[in-house]
Structure formats: C-alpha cells, structure tokens
C-alpha cells in the first residue's frame, strides 16, 4: 500500500509539471506571438494602442533609470558640485535632426518621426555597450548602481524591437508607407562615423548625451501617439 502511495504521488508530482511546462510554453507563445492582420487565425495581435502604450512605459523606465544612474555617477565620480563642468562636446548623435519642441514633431510626417525615433535608438547600442564595460572596472561604484549600466543597455535594444513592433503595426494598418522598410539594418540607422566619436566620448559625456536622447525618445512616442490614436488626444 505504501508502495503505491510513493507511486501515485510521483506521477501526481510529474502530471503537475508537465501541466507547469505546458503553462509557461503557453505564456511564451502568447508574450512572443507576431503582429498579424485582424483574423488571422493561431495570430495574437494586441491593438496599435496597446502597443504603443507598452514602449511608451518602457522608455519611461529607460529614462528614469538613465537619470538613476546620472545621478549615482555624479555622486561617486564628481562628489565636489565645482567638479561638474559643462559638456563641451557635442553629443554623438548631433547629426540626427530632431524636431525641437511639442509643436515641431507635431508638424512630422508620422513616418519622419518614427524614423527619428529609431535612428536615436540604434545609434545608442554600441555607446551603452563600451559604456557598461567601462563601468564594470569600477567595482565599488558597481556596488552602488547594481547593474543599471546593463539594463540601460538592454532596455535600449528591447525599445528598439517594440518601435519596430509599432511601426509594423501602422504600416499593416496603412496608417504609414512602407519606406521605414530601408531602415532596418544597423548600418542605415547609426553611421559608422558616429560610432567613432561616441568611442571618443568620456563615461560623463555618453551619461549626459543619453539622459537627453531617452528624453527625447519618450516625448517623441508620446506625440506619435496622440497623432495616431485619434481618441487618446494630445
């Protein structure tokens, strides 16, 4: 009797993982499901709003974590507020002409702002990579920013697919022209050249420059939104 007690409450215990496994593979499917037409069938497609609304809180997380980190580097690094100077540089991305103010972007094409949007976007990758290694030789000041350097950098390459994500969906939705096709590689979106002088650039300096970029990056859904989303306003 007992021995059939072990056993029944072994294959309970496997039943109940299986069921686990068939759970999280459910979630998966579901989370990583692609942007489709209505109707498609086996297609999970959330709404344009929806997703608009999930980059948007994302680049809201990845602007408060670079302000975070702005912060924990002044306070380590610059603990004297005369040590603080002002950034003489310009920052890497100066050679992408962003709209200044509401009423600029405002006056875009959809498809402009978008494609400014993910130029300032894949022009950060490289700079937050050579950033967070630069941060890691500094273990006492990674002991007080965690791992914020890091994220930084992955919360970049993650808003850059969900903007792709958006704009896949406006396109479907013949909301904007296709011409956002030609600036999917790397290559297209940030110049080699650009590169090249974010390397040149101190850790304060990127800090700085990419407080500023996210800034403008959250601001610039925001807009896109209103424009797109019709009964959300502006």
Known sequence: ALLELSTLSALWVRSLFVLLLMCLDLHTLVESAPICAHGHTGCHSPTLSDLFDRVIQHSARMHGLSSDLHSDFEQYFLP?????????????????????????????????????????????????????????RHEDFTSISGN??????????????????????????GMISNSLMSLSSTEALAPH?????????????????????????????????CRIVAEHGC
């Open 148 to 173: 914020k350097a890091l994220e930084m950098s992955d919360m970049v390459h993650q808003l850059k697919n969900g903007v792709e994500k958006v704009a896949e969906k406006m396109q479907l939705l």
């Open 80 to 136: 004297s507020r005369n040590q603080i100077g002002r950034i003489n540089r310009k920052c890497h991305t100066a050679y992408i002409l962003t709209p200044n103010g509401k009423e600029n972007a405002q006056r875009l094409a959809r498809e402009e702002l978008t494609e400014v949007i993910l130029k300032l976007l894949a022009a950060w990758r490289d700079p937050l990579s050579q950033f967070h290694r630069s941060m890691a």
């Open 193 to 225: 050249s650009a590169s090249s002088e974010a390397r040149s650039m101190s850790d304060y300096e990127l800090l700085y420059c990419f407080r500023r970029d996210s800034n403008k990056v959250q601001n610039y859904l925001k807009i896109l939104k």
